[in-house]
Every structure is written in C-alpha cells, then in structure tokens.
C-alpha cells in the first residue's frame, strides 16, 4: 500500500525513505519541534516528557477533527485552523510513532504555506549527504 506521501509528492517520499533510519528519526523529531513551536495550542496540549505523546497526539488530533467538522458544518470561519491544528497534532502523533513519511504528508497540510516544512525536510536530507 502506498502511503499518502509517496502518492502526492513521490520524489520527496522516496527521498525520505532513503535516509538511513537514525536520520529519518532526526527528520521526524525535528518536524515534531517546529509543529510545537508553530502551534502553542498544540504544545500546550503535549507535554513533550510523556512517554505517550504520540497516543496525546493523535487523541487530539481526532477531538480536532471532530471540532473541525462542527465548525465547517456551522460555517465558522475557524474551522481552518482547527483542521490545521488537527493536521499538526497528527503529524507529531506520527513522528513520535517513527512514521517519517505519513508525518512529513501530514505537517504539510498543517500550514497555509507548506514551504516551511519543505525546508525542514529539505535541510535534513541535504544533512544526510
């Protein structure tokens, strides 16, 4: 089964899954930091000293859904954010699970403008070489 990455952005992907493990994990926690940095709710929400966040994660990223889909059916202008914050907490939840290339799909979908993930990832595999 292909992932979510490799079928919308193949190059990247299959970059990602070249990286020697420990790299990938380095990849993945970095992505986990700017998430927490980007959204405090979210930082707020997850105590990065648990050894579950990743279960913290993606509790929270489904009560985000569910208030995501509340708010889209109300018509509230906020329901972007909340799908953001969502896609954010997932993206930790699965970075912290060892999921490099479904947290990578994720993170971008966190972000108006993906650009600052590209360069995340795009600095950790110019890292590698």
Same mark, same amino acid.
């Given at each position: 089964?292909?992932?979510?990455? =490799?079928?919308?952005?193949? /190059?990247?992907?299959? =970059?990602?899954? #070249?990286? $020697?493990?420990?790299? +990938?994990?380095?990849?993945?926690?970095?992505?986990?930091? *700017?998430?927490? /940095? +980007?959204?405090? %709710?979210?930082?707020?929400?997850?105590?990065?000293?648990?050894?579950?966040?990743?279960? *913290?994660?993606?509790?929270?990223?489904?009560?985000?859904?569910?208030?995501?889909?509340?708010? +889209? @059916?109300?018509?509230?202008?906020?329901?972007? #954010? /909340?799908? $953001?914050?969502?896609?954010?907490?997932?993206?930790?939840? *699965?970075?912290? =699970?060892?999921?490099?290339?479904?947290?990578?799909?994720? %993170?971008?979908? /966190?972000?108006? @403008?993906?650009?600052?993930?590209?360069?995340?990832?795009?600095?950790?595999?110019?890292? $590698?070489?």
């Amino acid at each position: 089964m292909t992932d979510r990455l =490799s079928a919308e952005r193949p /190059a990247l992907a299959n =970059s990602i899954k #070249a990286l $020697e493990p420990a790299s +990938q994990q380095q990849l993945a926690q970095e992505l986990a930091a *700017l998430l927490l /940095a +980007q959204f405090p %709710a979210l930082a707020k929400r997850l105590r990065t000293d648990v050894p579950n966040r990743a279960d *913290l994660a993606v509790a929270f990223s489904d009560e985000m859904d569910t208030h995501y889909f509340a708010l +889209q @059916d109300a018509g509230d202008n906020q329901c972007l #954010a /909340a799908f $953001e914050l969502a896609r954010a907490a997932a993206a930790v939840g *699965l970075a912290d =699970s060892g999921d490099p290339c479904e947290a990578v799909y994720e %993170a971008l979908h /966190a972000f108006e @403008d993906p650009e600052v993930v590209l360069a995340l990832v795009k600095r950790g595999l110019r890292d $590698e070489t």
